[in-house]
């Protein structure tokens, strides 16, 4: 029997270890053919010093920067919040680092999903409707379609917990005491879409609400255009219903503009309405049930047909990482992220506060100076107006990412940067930008996983593959959300919300590369439209749009 591996280094410079089960005090670490018992315990997913280190001295992780010691540490002790302290190498334009290892692809050259074919070239692995408030002023006219459209055409998809509080009344007009309320068993109706399902050939009508388009600055109601104008042109939609009061900053005119910089031949259905020009609210949405209903008939009309998996766009994306985050699910998408860049298709990395630390390698991996001065030029805008505002990227990690070893920010950037591979950065794009071109793309999004989902998917990714170590609900309206555990536990904790496993890499019974390859499978499955990941069964429709003030 193979001996469980305890702890790791990651990088052969690393002067620290990772836990990779719960250590107790006094274990014996044997390593490199040095041996030293723990000063304390350690939990999984936490490290501990490989040297003894005195104040100030520097902290390696991944083979770079992640923090200092601000007191002297002893051999074998756990790092914390109170002994050291975030640290980050600076960075500076450097020599192009183009070189890089391709992975062997030959299991994939020849496979195909099944996709809707966009007359721009693009192929979407969905087919859906849009309805969109230009102004939050519109949020209540589109939740009113929503209630009147949803159930009646069969896309509703969410489980209701309606029985669930059925049962509770009933117990509590039978007299039921709190404790027994509280113990009660509740078994609700089952949750599935609706068999009477009219328009065969769409895969949804999508609702989108927001708090955004009038009061704010006119930067990000511009941006707001942006971004909703990457839906709109979105491979996996078809057309759309857009609702505008008519007031607001977010003007109709400028919606239409960022369409054209998208998509200069855009030919699909689109229908603004304007509240103010109409007047009556119940012409309003009369007139834009009827147009989106003919614009539902229009999309049923098209159909799924073969693609090459050059035509994949995949949003890498992370939310409640772990201190397994960079060790395990990260890295798998990294070897399938140069897998698929090898294949011609695009990739999306994104959340700048957390590539805090990795600036150098990344810019030296860009394709050109040019490209390398942007990416800088971004993080370095980016962090300043955080300090400025009180949380430079130092303050990025969550509570929780604490709790579960990722103690500061450039421990976890220089794991979540993992996601991107090793192949050259093709394009640098600020948000909210186009972002789909073949190879690797960097996305200035803020680290906020949502709303870095909701700007990668504008950007133009038509798959979105998610990391996380402690579990997330997150998905997207018109994007399929695949869900990757970084560990077993969470993964069997959590089978409602998370698809595949990737804790098996910290367990040794699967590599990088093996990983991988079961995700690329799985993801033209999903393409495909043969599997739904939780988040779309969930009915997870998560949309939040980045204002550009400081949102780490």
């Known amino acids: 029997m193979a001996t469980i591996q305890k702890y790791l280094q990651i990088h052969p410079t690393d002067n620290v270890l990772v836990a990779l089960q719960d250590l107790p005090e006094g274990e014996w670490i044997h390593f490199n053919g040095d041996s030293f018992t723990l000063q304390q315990s350690v939990a999984a997913k936490h490290k501990f010093t490989l040297t003894s280190l005195g104040p100030e001295e520097k902290i390696y992780m991944y083979g770079v920067l992640v923090g200092k010691a601000n007191r002297q540490l002893a051999k074998g002790e756990a790092i914390t919040t109170e002994n050291i302290y975030h640290a980050a190498n600076d960075f500076k334009l450097g020599k192009r680092k183009l070189d890089w290892h391709k992975p062997d692809v030959s299991g994939f050259l020849n496979r195909t999903f099944l996709g809707y074919h966009r007359s721009n070239g693009t192929v979407g692995t969905g087919n859906y409707w849009l309805v969109i408030p230009l102004v939050f002023c519109?949020?209540?006219?589109?939740?009113?379609?929503?209630?009147?459209?949803?159930?009646?055409?069969?896309?509703?998809?969410?489980?209701?917990?309606e029985p669930e509080v059925e049962q509770l009344i009933s117990l509590y007009k039978t007299g039921a005491s709190v404790e027994q309320l509280l113990a009660a068993d509740l078994q609700g109706a089952k949750g599935a879409q609706?068999?009477?399902?009219?328009?065969?050939?769409?895969?949804?009508?999508?609702?989108?609400?927001?708090?955004?388009?009038?009061g704010g600055t006119r930067m990000d109601s511009d941006a707001l255009c942006g971004l909703l104008a990457g839906y709109i042109t979105h491979p996996n939609v078809a057309g759309a219903t857009v609702l505008s009061l008519g007031c607001q900053h977010a003007q109709a005119s400028i919606l239409r503009e960022e369409i054209a910089k998208r998509d200069p031949h855009f030919d699909k259905p689109l229908y603004i309405f304007e509240q103010q020009r109409i007047g009556s609210e119940s012409v309003l949405l009369q007139e834009a049930l009827k147009h989106t209903f003919i614009g539902l008939v229009q999309a049923n009309q098209q159909e799924r047909q073969p693609a090459g998996l050059d035509k994949l766009c995949i949003g890498l994306e992370c939310g409640g990482s772990d201190g397994f985050s960079g060790i395990s699910a990260n890295p798998a998408l990294g070897y399938l992220s140069d897998m698929l860049v090898t294949l011609g298709g695009s990739v999306i990395l994104s959340e700048f506060p957390e590539l805090c630390g990795v600036e150098q390698e990344l810019s030296d991996r860009c394709k050109d100076e040019e490209t390398a001065l942007r990416f800088m030029?971004?993080?370095?805008?980016?962090?300043?107006?955080?300090?400025?505002d009180g949380s430079g990227f130092y303050a990025n990690p969550s509570p929780g990412n604490i709790r579960d070893g990722l103690?500061?920010?450039?421990?976890?950037?220089?794991?979540?940067?993992?996601?991107?591979?090793?192949?050259?950065?093709?394009?640098?794009?600020?948000?909210?930008?186009?972002?789909?071109?073949?190879?690797?793309?960097?996305?200035?999004?803020?680290?906020n996983d949502v709303e870095s989902t909701t700007a990668e998917v504008a950007a133009g990714a038509n798959v979105v593959l998610f990391t996380t170590g402690l579990g997330t609900p997150t998905g997207n309206p018109?994007?399929?959300?695949?869900?990757?555990?970084?560990?077993?536990?969470?993964?069997?904790?959590?089978?409602?919300?998370?698809?595949?496993?990737?804790?098996?890499?910290?367990?040794?019974?699967?590599?990088?590369?093996?990983?991988?390859?079961r995700i690329l499978d799985f993801v033209i499955e999903v393409a495909s439209g043969n599997q739904l990941p939780k988040a779309m069964k969930l009915g997870q429709d998560d949309f939040i749009p980045w204002r550009r003030g400081v949102s780490l």
């Open 194 to 214: 609706n068999a009477n399902k009219l328009f065969a050939n769409v895969d949804g009508i999508k609702f989108l609400n927001h708090d955004m388009g009038c």
């Open 377 to 388: 030029e971004l993080m370095k805008t980016y962090n300043a107006k955080a300090e400025q």
């Open 478 to 517: 018109i994007a399929p959300v695949i869900k990757l555990s970084t560990n077993t536990k969470t993964y069997e904790k959590m089978p409602d919300i998370i698809d595949i496993n990737c804790g098996t890499i910290i367990e040794g019974t699967e590599t990088i590369a093996q990983a991988a390859e």
């Open 138 to 161: 519109e949020n209540r006219n589109v939740l009113v379609m929503k209630e009147a459209f949803e159930q009646k055409l069969g896309f509703k998809k969410a489980k209701s917990y």
């Open 407 to 447: 103690i500061t920010d450039a421990i976890k950037s220089a794991g979540a940067a993992k996601k991107g591979g090793t192949s050259p950065v093709q394009a640098v794009v600020d948000y909210p930008g186009l972002a789909n071109g073949p190879g690797l793309n960097l996305l200035c999004t803020p680290g």
